[in-house]
Nanobody, 114 residues
Framework: QVQLVESGGGLVQAGGSLKLSCAAS????????MGWYHQAPGKERELVAS???????NYADSVKGRFTISRDNAKNMVYLQMNSLKREDTGVYYC????????WGQGTQVTVFS
């Protein structure tokens, strides 16, 4: 079975930090380009961070310098460290393969308040 389970979201004060986790199963994780997607209320889902099989990373300009994506292939895990959170970061965060997505998980809700 293919499963993507996001966790770690919650309510956080603006300027604070949060670390999201994604547990992947049923995929060839170590050869999968993985990403974190953000869906703000009323907006389309947006790729904000990605990490290649070689651990090269890319970030959307909106999160560059604040978010860090990482992976642990031995554990089939992807992480997103979010620092200096802004109210615009509020939304649901999903992980998935980039370019060849599996069915989306439930995501994890991040709410940033002032």
């Amino acid at each position: 079975q293919v499963q993507l389970v996001e966790s770690g979201g919650g309510l956080v004060q603006a300027g604070g930090s949060l670390k999201l986790s994604c547990a992947a199963s049923g995929i060839f994780f170590d050869i999968s380009h993985m990403g974190w997607y953000h869906q703000a209320p009323g907006k389309e889902r947006e790729l904000v961070a990605s990490i290649s099989t070689g651990a090269a990373t890319n970030y959307a300009d909106s999160v560059k310098g604040r978010f860090t994506i990482s992976r642990d292939n031995a554990k089939n895990m992807v992480y997103l460290q979010m620092n200096s959170l802004k109210r615009e970061d509020t939304g649901v965060y999903y992980c998935n393969r980039v370019g060849s997505a599996r069915p989306w998980g439930q995501g994890t809700q991040v709410t940033v308040f002032s």
